[in-house]
């Protein structure tokens, strides 16, 4: 394998960034002026561009977006996943349209027609029959949860090392070098330590997941079927049909959440690898970037929770609602409609699975004749690199291969080159309005980034 100089990594930063700063004078002014925001940036985590200041956009349509500079980009990032439908689609946008500005009513706290349409077509993708709505994957998490408890008078979780559900306090738990659950490393002043709240394996770890069940008191398994941010870690064959398993052997509810692992198909990984869950989660994409989420049920799940609430211990009407009046508003189940009937239609999907399977075998090509040893992943729509070789089977390898300076220069190259990749991680998305052109400029940006590692 070919050793990357460390020095001449360190020099090619530096100069990335200087043609970043250099290039981008609007966004930095933005940056400079907002000193009303806390961190400069509308959401902290906007923060983590390289470069060290974001960049400010002003127009974005498809997977393109324009810069307050006026520079132009394909767009690989697509708002971690939130505008997989694409940038502003044009079915959405009349739906969105058609219902401020025509029907009226953004939010009334009344349901419309929409919300069946929605649910009908969320069960027919993903198979459970029983539907609700919320602003973002991370409320229908913290509300599924609950049910979970609920329903089986459990008090824990069982998530994954290095998993990501949003910020849900009980899903910061990583398993730490001396194989105990920890808190994550940053995690933000949790109410209450997270290891009492939530039980932790290693990913593909069959034999550490039913050591955590056999304490019996897991309500839920809560899992993506891949991992998705800490770099795609694929599940090996078996490890999901195990956790169902387990899951029915220990009581427990087995509770998928496919915000990002959506990109597998139109009914994402449920679907296509024929996964039986008790509780589905889902946001970001499913609005074309209007906030909106949701959460399935079965129906054994659901009328367990309405033979509970039936004897009035429990509220989900007003105490224990889902918490947000604007949850479920007309202005997301218009958007929601409109993306899941006319933009991420099976068609779609299988245009965007077939440009990232292009883009992995460019990406693959390149690094196996440079010899770098790096790994490249796909999951349907997505793919994704990784500074190890091989890829990495668990949250915590794919952690340990962690390279801050080989991910600047991969970022800052790409970027000072028209072409936005994901900031957290090295993860491009496809979208319906990705060309096989895009892939190609790409592919040539990308060889030319290692060609320039390997000297």
């Known amino acids: 394998m070919t050793t990357i100089d460390r020095s001449r990594v360190t020099a090619l930063v530096e100069r990335e960034r200087a043609a970043y700063r250099a290039g981008h004078p ?46 132009t980009y394909l767009d690989f990032a697509l708002g971690d996943t939130g505008a997989m439908a694409g940038h502003s689609p044009r079915a959405t946008v009349a739906a969105v349209h058609r219902r401020i500005a025509v029907d009226g009513g953004i939010t009334t706290m009344l349901p419309t027609e929409d919300a069946e349409w929605v649910g009908a077509e969320l069960a027919r993708r993903f198979g459970l029959p ?167 049920l079965t129906e054994e799940v659901a009328d367990r929770v309405h033979r509970i609430t039936a004897t009035g211990s429990a509220d989900i009407v007003d105490v224990g609602g889902v918490g947000g009046t604007l949850a479920g508003n007309a202005l997301s189940l218009a958007a929601m409609r409109a993306t899941l009937d006319e933009v991420l239609t099976d068609d779609a999907f299988a245009h965007m699975i077939r440009l990232a399977g292009d883009y992995t075998e460019d990406v693959r090509r390149i690094l196996d004749t440079a010899d770098v040893p790096w790994s490249v992943t796909q999951l349907g729509a997505r793919a994704e690199y990784r500074f190890t070789r091989p890829a990495p089977r668990s949250g915590g390898e794919s952690a340990a291969a962690a390279d801050d300076l080989l991910d600047e220069y991969m970022h800052l190259y790409t970027l000072n080159r028209g072409i936005l990749m994901t900031p957290f991680h090295n993860m491009a998305l496809m979208c319906p309005d990705t060309t096989d052109a895009d892939i190609a400029r790409h592919t040539e940006v990308f060889e030319q980034a290692v060609a320039e590692l390997v000297g």
């Open 26 to 71: 609007g966004s930095l002014r933005v940056h400079e002026q907002a000193g009303h925001l806390f961190g400069r940036v509308p959401m902290t985590w906007m923060s983590k561009w390289a470069g060290g200041f974001p960049l400010a956009y002003a127009t974005a349509h498809g997977n393109r977006i324009t810069d307050v500079d006026g520079h």
């Open 130 to 296: 029983r539907w609700s709505f919320t602003l973002s994957a991370t409320d229908a998490n913290r509300w599924a949860a609950r049910l979970a408890r609920l329903v089986t008078g459990k008090p824990k979780l069982l998530v994954f090392s290095y998993c990501y559900h949003g910020s849900v306090d009980e899903t910061f738990v990583v398993v730490g070098p001396d194989g105990r659950a920890r808190s994550r490393p940053g995690n933000v002043a949790p109410a209450v330590d997270p290891t009492s709240t939530t039980r932790v394996a290693e990913w593909n770890d069959l034999a550490a997941v039913e050591r955590e069940l056999a304490h019996g008191d897991v309500a839920a398994i809560l899992a993506e079927p891949a991992l998705t941010n800490i770099g795609i870690v694929l599940p090996e064959p078996g490890f999901l049909a195990g956790l169902r398993e387990l899951a029915t052997r220990y009581g427990a509810l087995l509770m998928i959440d496919e915000t990002h692992t959506i990109s597998a198909g139109p009914g994402g990984m449920t679907a296509r690898d024929g996964l039986r869950p008790d509780v589905f989660v889902i946001g970001k994409s499913l609005g074309g970037g209007i906030p909106c989420g949701a959460y399935g």
